[in-house]
């Protein structure tokens, strides 16, 4: 191996060490001050490895029962609009790339850029006349605004690459248009709803500005929930990072195990958002 | 161009099998579901907005229509201008800074190394993750005493800073955490057009002997420009939108130091529940982000031209 050749993977491991190093000191920093007491989280200078633990941030965290109402708020957030728009979104993702009706992304380019809360004024008042607010309804509604584009989107971008060959030979063998779509089409485009369901789950957990505004006491997502622990109950940082690192922990989770699908839907997205 | 595509299938379909005769099949039905949610939620609130921006509309009082002059109290207004000042110089570092970091770390990734599929998991952990978790742990981190920043600053010998809790310091702070999180997806885009290149260039400049600046300079840049023009197109419409961030770490203060015209537009709508002229600047807003988007496409096809005039 010749100087030139080792003095060129040493300039990439350094260039790959600058670079991934501040996502990830930045994530150990976060598991740290989340099992640290107080008198290592106000330590000058910052201790990273804490002589004791503090597991008991994260059983306080668990053990109350306000945590799993969020908990189970933003699951049936996230499960309810991310369902609803994968019943919407796939056939429509469907028929619009069959009939190439390209204008029709107009809109889902519209709702891409508009800010979420110009969403809220119209809705927050229809969720109140229609006496929703206080349930989680309104929530799961305004979710779709996420997570239907997110799914045409992608959806558009797999059936337009599978093949209609097999579709045309399956109708002139007698079938109806839904059987062709749910046996022969649905099934080559798996991999994409794969990728839509995962990116929909993902910005929908993710979501806060929607909770902020139509989630009363009880209705609180898990985002919301851990928001208001700054404004009102805790000041103390260990149970603080520990209730973060709870709510984002599915997401990163499932950033790790299914990067290959996460990249290929926002690049897919990102390259025809442009 | 779809009732071609339909007439050559249908003729196809008449060949193989004439005694059918198939109609072209109608996708409607499949649409229809997803055209209700999407009147339901996208297009009512819109056209529900825009009428709103025409009335006098707060809460618990009657409405009254009052024309445009919601739209006449914007330039008086000096909190929505300030808001404007923030939110053009928060989305313009929030677009530059990524822009350039990005594509060094798409450059860095194009490369092949051991642990590349789990360190690139790791790099694009950032935006994925819970923008309300981040947000916290970076307040944390910009505490003054006790935040780990300031150590970090006092190991390299800088004096200690206020960060996020100074006016003159807020901005490019918050711009540090919107730079941290969303450089991956910069990086993301370049790398796929970098993985699209042709190598032959690279083999030619490599035997007229080059150096991996210059082909860097001459070669990957220029071919990559479209790429990189989606990611600022993309990052720009996200940074000016941006909320989370701003509203978690300091809800747009010091004083309104960092209020942007999101963060305002959630104060008038949410807080001061005035509806109306909440709307008008929801529109107004909106005209913004794509008078920008328009922007940057406009500058695109320029380049794109100046890109060709130079060629031939």
Do not use: C
Request: aromatic residues 12%.
């Amino acid at each position: 191996m010749s100087a030139h050749t080792i003095l060129g993977r040493l300039g990439l491991a350094l260039g790959v060490f600058l670079i991934v190093s501040p996502a990830i000191l930045f994530f150990l920093w976060m598991i740290s001050l989340s099992v640290k007491f107080e008198v290592d989280n106000a330590a000058y200078p910052p201790v990273f490895w804490p002589e004791h633990f503090a597991w008991k941030n994260y059983t306080d965290v668990l053990s109350s029962n306000r945590f799993f109402t969020y908990f189970k708020n933003s699951l049936l957030v996230t499960g309810g609009a991310t369902a609803l728009a994968m019943l919407v979104g796939v056939p429509a993702g469907y028929g619009i790339a069959r009939m190439a009706a390209h204008k029709s992304a107009i809109v889902i380019l519209i709702a891409r850029i508009t800010p979420g809360l110009s969403y809220l004024i119209p809705l927050f008042l229809l969720f109140q006349w229609l006496g929703l607010l206080g349930t989680l309804w309104p929530q799961i509604i305004i979710h779709l605004v996420v997570t239907v584009p997110i799914v045409i989107w992608i959806m558009i971008g797999y059936f337009e690459t599978t093949p209609i060959e097999l579709e045309e030979a399956a109708r002139i063998d007698g079938a109806t248009r839904w059987q062709v779509f749910r046996h022969v089409a649905l099934p080559v485009a798996k991999p994409g709803l794969a990728v839509a369901f995962i990116l929909a789950v993902i910005f929908s957990w993710n979501n806060f500005v929607f909770g902020i505004v139509l989630a009363g006491r009880e209705t609180r997502t898990l985002p919301v929930a851990v928001y208001n622990m700054i404004s009102f109950d805790q000041l103390s940082w260990g149970p603080l990072a520990a209730a973060a690192l709870i709510v984002t922990l599915p997401v990163l989770l499932l950033t790790v195990f299914a990067q290959r699908q996460i990249v290929a839907g926002l690049t897919a997205g990102a390259v025809k958002g442009g | 161009m779809s009732t071609i595509v339909e007439q050559v299938s249908g003729a196809a379909s008449e060949a193989a099998a004439p005694e059918r005769a198939l109609r072209p099949p109608s996708y409607w039905p499949f649409v229809v579901p997803a055209l209700v949610t999407v009147l339901a939620v996208i297009i009512f609130p819109w056209l529900f907005t825009i009428w709103m921006s025409f009335q006098e509309w707060k809460v618990g009082s009657p409405t009254a229509f009052v024309g445009l002059s919601n739209y006449l109290r914007l330039p008086a207004d000096p909190r929505f201008v300030e808001s404007v000042g923030h939110t053009l110089s928060y989305t313009a570092l929030s677009v530059l800074l990524p822009l350039v970091l990005g594509t060094l770390a798409a450059v860095v990734f194009h490369a092949r190394f051991p642990g590349r599929g789990l360190l690139r998991a790791l790099f694009i952990m950032p935006m994925m993750a819970t923008p309300v978790a981040i947000a916290l742990v970076w307040t944390m981190m910009f505490h003054p005493q006790l935040g780990i920043l300031n150590y970090l600053l006092s190991l390299v010998g800088l004096p200690p800073q206020l960060w996020v809790f100074h006016p003159g310091t807020v901005i490019p702070s918050l711009v540090l955490v919107e730079t941290w999180q969303w450089t991956p997806l910069v990086m993301l885009i370049v790398l796929g057009g970098i993985a699209s290149l042709p190598t032959e260039p690279y083999e030619s400049a490599q035997i007229d002997g080059a150096s991996t600046w210059q082909m860097f300079r001459y070669i990957t840049l220029p071919l990559i420009m479209p790429f990189l023009f989606i990611a600022a197109m993309i990052r720009a419409i996200d940074a000016i939108k941006s909320f989370d961030i701003i509203f978690a770490i300091t809800q747009g203060g010091p004083g309104s130091a960092s209020e942007t015209i999101n963060l305002y537009l959630y104060s008038v709508a949410f807080v001061y529940y005035d509806l109306g002229y909440a709307s008008a600047i929801a529109v107004v807003f909106f005209a913004l982000i794509v008078a920008l988007t328009a922007l940057l496409l406009v500058l695109r096809r320029r380049a794109q031209w100046n890109a060709l005039g130079t060629d031939t």
